[in-house]
Structure formats: C-alpha cells, structure tokens
C-alpha cells in the first residue's frame, strides 16, 4: 500500500522535487531530498507533476444547484462532491440570516451529511452572515431572520447551529454586539466584521479580547476614506486577523485586489472566498438565491437592478483568472486560496507535517487544477 507521492511540491515559494508521506489522512513527513530506495517504493511516483496544497473557501453558500441552508443531507453529498472537483478541498459551508429553527433543520441535515463519508470537499463548518448584522448594509440578504445582538441571542443562536457554526458575519458597531461576540468566542466561533457600519475603532473594540475576521473585504461595509479607515483601513494597517476577499476583480477591482496582496500589514492575512451561490458551476442564465430572483453577469450574479450578489465560478478558477490577468502572482494565489484560512482553520492549506493530506495537481501549461486528493486519497 502506497504512503505517499513523489512530486514537484509547493514549497512555500516555489514547485520543488520532494516527497510526502501521509498516515489516516494526515501528512507526516515532507522532504526536498531524494528518497531512499525503501522510501521510494512506497510513493506513488508523480514525478514532473506540479502539487500543492487543496484551496480553502470560507464563505461559499452552495455549489452545483445545491443552497448549503436547504440541501438534503443526499444533494449537500452531491454538492460536496461537486465542488471537490474543482479543488476546493475544505470550505464554510455559508449560510444568509436564518431563524433558529431553519438553523436546527439544517443542522439536522448536515448531520447525516456527515455520517455519509465518501470523497468530497471536508465542510469546516458554518460561516452564517448574520443575524447580527446592520440592516441598511444587508444587500442581497434576506432581512426577515436578522436579530438584535445579545448575550441570550448569540447563546440561542450558537444552539441553534448543533456545534457546526465556525464563523458568523456581525456589525460591530451595532448595540449589544460585544455582548454577543463574547459569547461568540466562549463557543470558538469566530466574529467576522461584514455588512456593517463600522468604524475602524468599533473593529479595534471587538478585536480586544480576540482574534477578528472581514467577511468579504470592501464589500457592504465603511469606504476608507480621508475622515475614517473603516474596515479596509484596518486591515490595511495589520488589525484584522483575517481579512476575506472574493477575488473576481468584480467585487473588488483588480487594482485593489493587487494593492491589498501586497500591502506589507495585509498580505499575510489576506484570504480569498468564492462567496458561490447555490448555481455556481452550473449554466444556469437565472434562479433563485436568497430569496431573490438573480442572473448570471459573466463570473458574477446579479439581482433585477444590477446589484451584485454572489459568484458562480469556483475559488480557484477566480484566483487563477486573477493569476493569468497578471493581477496575483501565483505565490499570491496559494497563500490567499489556501495558507491563510487553513492557518485560521488549524489544520490544512499546507503542505505540512499535521496538516491533513489534501493538494491538488497545478497544470502549470494550461493555468488550471487537474487532479484533486483529499486525506491521502485521490478523488
């Protein structure tokens, strides 16, 4: 039985010849030596192949007609094998603003999603935008489950979600948000800044006694500008631990996208998320997503009036687009599609000891992803 693969691997900076060995799905060796011969007779020898380690998506509300919020646990399997695919190997499964007992309805269904196994993209989690969010910057999301912040709220929404929730969109500056991101943080879920009002300080507040994350950076949320940094500028300046952008140079222009992956305080904390609707890798020229009637507009959806919703292609197909336009260099793509939110995540996005064995081939002459391992074993 073969332990490993004998590659090109990502190492940081650069494809260089290595090898790996991996034990139940985890990584437990790299090296950029020759192996022995003993060693050698143990990797599957993909010699000239280009590897690196499988993308990470924290925000992704569906994949391949299946809305993660309403998917039985059968099309949430079909969605996730779907979407593993593409080389997306670990995701947030995203949730828009739902009262508690559609949380506890989906949370029964991704329950015996998961007793189902099978090689598909690993679901992290929940990242849910909302419900303490600030209803003039909700945009595309439905308003009728959004709720005022609280500690009792917060503790019945965390509930709600049966251990699954990871990641929550909040307002900062909204009364009682503290409060609840208190009680956020005691259940390990982590307060996201996004469709807020928000100042720079009101970040700085709700970063005082733990880490913070952007949901979706310069997307429904303060402008910088000359009188207020806002949430851009924060994370400009180093203070938000992991900021999120959806990389389509749509949503964020590709000038911005650029001047973020190289600003000196960001990069390293710059991620990258699909922000996919249910449609995403589909045809399909117009459905429904939250509720609302939206149309495909090239790699993004867009409602009736022309607002933006989310994206329909996948997390590295966006990124790659970003690589071939000349916008991201390709150590940029690894490091916001894969390092940073695994690093946030504790457990993939490297081509590490301890990291779960998860990479994908790079067909370095055509720009794409070919083929896709999840814990070891090749999809």
């Known amino acids: 039985m073969k332990k490993g693969i004998r590659a090109k691997l990502w190492d940081g900076k650069q494809f260089t010849a290595g090898w790996l060995t991996y034990d139940k799905g985890v990584i437990t060796k790299v090296s950029f030596s020759s192996p022995s011969p003993k060693r050698a007779a143990e990797l599957h020898d993909l010699s000239g192949r280009s590897i690196m380690p499988g993308f990470v998506d924290t925000l992704l509300h569906g994949y391949a007609g299946v809305d993660c919020g309403e998917g039985t646990a059968a099309r949430l399997q079909n969605m996730t094998q779907s979407l593993v695919r593409t080389g997306v190997t670990t995701a947030l499964a995203g949730f828009y603003p739902t009262k508690n007992d559609g949380l506890q309805r989906a949370a029964r269904n991704w329950n015996s999603w998961s007793a189902l196994g099978g090689k598909r993209t690993h679901i992290a989690g ?8 600030a209803r003039e910057m909700s945009g595309a999301l439905p308003k009728a489950a959004m709720r005022k912040p609280s500690a009792k709220t917060a503790q019945e929404f965390v509930d709600a979600c049966d251990g699954w929730l990871t990641m929550t969109t909040l307002a900062p500056e909204l009364e009682g948000a503290f409060e609840a991101s208190e009680v956020l943080r005691a ?3 982590i307060p996201s800044v996004g469709h807020s009002r928000a100042t720079a300080l009101d970040c700085e507040v709700l970063r005082a006694n733990g880490k913070i994350a952007a949901t979706h950076l310069g997307n429904r949320m303060t402008s910088l500008s000359a ?3 806002g949430p851009i500028g924060a994370a400009m300046r180093g203070e938000i631990d992991y900021a999120a952008v959806i990389p389509d140079m749509i949503h964020v222009g590709g000038d911005t996208l650029n001047l973020w992956a190289n600003t000196p305080k960001l990069k390293n904390k710059l991620m990258a998320c699909s922000d996919n609707l249910s449609h995403a890798g589909l045809r399909a020229k117009s459905f429904k997503a939250g509720g609302q009637l ?3 507009s090239g790699a993004v959806a867009v409602d009736r009036r022309g607002g933006l919703g989310g994206t329909l292609d996948s997390l590295p197909e966006l990124l790659l687009r970003a690589h071939r336009d000349g ?6 793509v690894v490091r916001m599609g894969c390092q940073v939110a695994g690093d946030m995540l504790g457990d993939c996005g ?5 990291r779960r064995a998860d990479f994908v081939e790079y067909v370095v002459s055509e720009n794409n992803i070919g083929q896709v391992w999840c814990k070891g074993r090749k999809v």
């Open 126 to 133: 929940w990242h849910v935008e909302g419900p303490f969010v």
């Open 187 to 189: 259940n390990k879920v």
């Open 227 to 229: 009188r207020e940094l």
């Open 294 to 296: 939206l149309s495909r």
């Open 327 to 332: 916008v991201l260099s390709f150590e940029q």
């Open 350 to 354: 490297r081509l590490k000891e301890g």
